[in-house]
Each structure stands twice: as C-alpha cells, then as structure tokens.
C-alpha cells in the first residue's frame, strides 16, 4: 500500500506562487507515475498535471499550462507542484495520486493523498 501527504497549500496573494509537495510512503514511489487534481466547493475533481515514472515527460491542463510545474525527486520519494502567477479561480484542494501510467481520469489512479487548501486572494 502507498499513502501519500501533500503540503505546502496556504493563502497567497493574485500573482503570487506556492509549492506543493507531496510525499510518498510504503512501496517504492518511483515505480508509479504521479499526478495533480484539484477541486473546488461544488464542483468536481479536475486534473492539473502529471508526469511519468523518471519525471522525463508531464503533461498539464490547458490552464496550467505556462504557470504550473511539476516535477519530482525520487530519491526523496516526493513529487512537487510548483505554481506561479496564481489567480483567485486556482482557490481549491490540490491532490496527488499514483497509478501505473499517467493520466487525465480520476479513476486511473490508484492512491491519492487527503490534500491541501490553496486559497488565492484577489
């Protein structure tokens, strides 16, 4: 079993920058592929991003894409989301989760973290 912690949310100011971590336990968290979700009161879980196994190639949302990346260290068994340029409409939980190959669909994934609140003010 794999249990992942994300960390790093907070309040931040329009335009401002966060990151995320996200830290993995039990088994080896280079073998799976990791990707971001967020969701918003109301609203359902959207993907962010994700990358593959050695972190040569990600994938974004359309949003995300020139202001989040991400990245990770397996040695540390951590993942990273870093994000800049943050508007209000970023305000949600972000989550990590594994899986066998990285993927745009919830269901794909396999473990997935409690998350972390970013909140963006305007």
């Known amino acids: 079993q794999v249990q992942l912690v994300e960390s790093g949310g907070g309040l931040v100011q329009a335009g401002g920058s966060l990151r995320l971590s996200c830290v993995a336990s039990?088994?080896?968290?280079?073998?799976?592929?990791m990707g971001w979700f967020r969701q918003a009161p109301g609203k359902e879980r959207e993907f962010v991003g994700a990358i593959d196994r050695s972190g040569d190639s990600t994938y974004y949302a359309d949003f995300a894409k020139g202001r989040f990346t991400i990245s990770r260290d397996n040695t540390k068994n951590t993942g990273y989301l870093q994000m800049t340029s943050l508007k209000p409409e970023d305000t949600a939980v972000y989550y990590c989760?594994?899986?066998?190959?990285?993927?745009?669909?919830?269901?794909?994934?396999?473990?997935w973290g409690r998350g972390t609140q970013v909140t963006v003010s305007s």
């Open positions: 039990g088994r080896t968290y280079s073998s799976y592929a």
């Open positions: 989760a594994a899986g066998p190959m990285y993927s745009t669909t919830v269901s794909r994934y396999l473990y």
